[in-house]
């Protein structure tokens, strides 16, 4: 008997939906299907054990489809060796990634034919979805090409993962309008706290607030229930929406 995902629901037309896969992974759907950063091994614990998976992939990389593939930057936790390797469809997928990270791909065997790359600033269209580079603050030398991603369907619905990235004040004047912002809060190893997270809310005015990054490894937590609280505490309009792993949002 064929196992069904959450991801194998329809979704109306005129909607998206996402699902949330842990640290910075989201998979996303409507009229063409999108994952984003899955981290969906325990590469990073194997690199350095004290970064080690509090808590079990909640989906299996070999069982996971979609038409785009996206990598913001190469750090294990993004760009993961062990998630691509498993993924079973790296011929018919379109990947996409900043410059530096590309190139990772290919050493993992991606095909240079399905790889895009789209750094700050660049736009690409697959298959009616849009898909546009946005300016990301790197959190190390290593990922000069750190890049944030804004996704648009072509029923108008879009969605803004920041990636990793540190504050200033050019990655608010750079971020874009967005109906889903997904942010990183846990304030470690250069990436944006729970207070500068709500800063970049206000930036970008979403409709709804999605933090992550909080809780793969518990030596790079935070409690995304105190991001909520400052929201509400800075009277962010956006609605704060906290979400268990496989948890289903539409909008």
């Known amino acids: ?25 989201y998979y996303i759907k409507s009229d063409t299907s999108v994952i984003i950063d899955p981290y969906l091994s325990d590469s990073g614990g194997k690199a350095a054990p004290l970064f080690t998976r509090s808590y079990p992939p909640p989906a299996d990389a070999s069982l996971i489809r979609a038409d785009i593939f996206i990598v913001t930057h190469d750090h294990l936790d993004h760009l993961d060796p062990e998630t691509i390797e498993a993924y079973s469809y790296k011929s018919q997928t379109i990947f996409i990634a900043p410059r530096f990270a590309a190139k990772k791909l290919l050493k993992l065997g991606i095909l240079p034919k399905n790889i895009h790359v789209v750094d700050q600033g660049d736009t690409i269209e697959i298959q009616r979805t849009q898909i546009k580079g946005i300016y990301a603050h790197p959190t190390g030398k290593e990922v ?3 890049t944030g991603f804004l996704i648009t369907f072509s029923n108008g619905k879009s969605i803004y993962h ?26 470690k190893f250069g990436n944006l706290n729970i207070a500068q997270a709500v800063e970049l809310t206000k930036a970008v005015k979403p409709f709804y607030v999605i933090p992550n990054h909080y809780d793969v490894m518990a030596l790079n937590s935070e409690h995304p229930e105190s991001f909520r609280y400052f ?9 704060c929406v906290v979400l268990k792993p496989l948890e289903e949002f539409i909008w």
């Open 1 to 25: 008997m064929k196992e069904i995902f959450p991801w194998d629901t329809e979704i109306p037309k005129e909607k998206a939906a996402l699902w949330w896969l842990g640290q910075a992974g």
């Open 144 to 146: 000069l090409d750190t």
């Open 162 to 187: 920041c990636s990793d990235t540190s504050f200033c004040d050019l990655l608010l004047s750079s971020c874009p309008k967005a109906d889903v912002l997904l942010t990183c809060i846990n304030g």
């Open 231 to 239: 929201c509400d505490c800075e009277k962010v309009e956006s609605q």
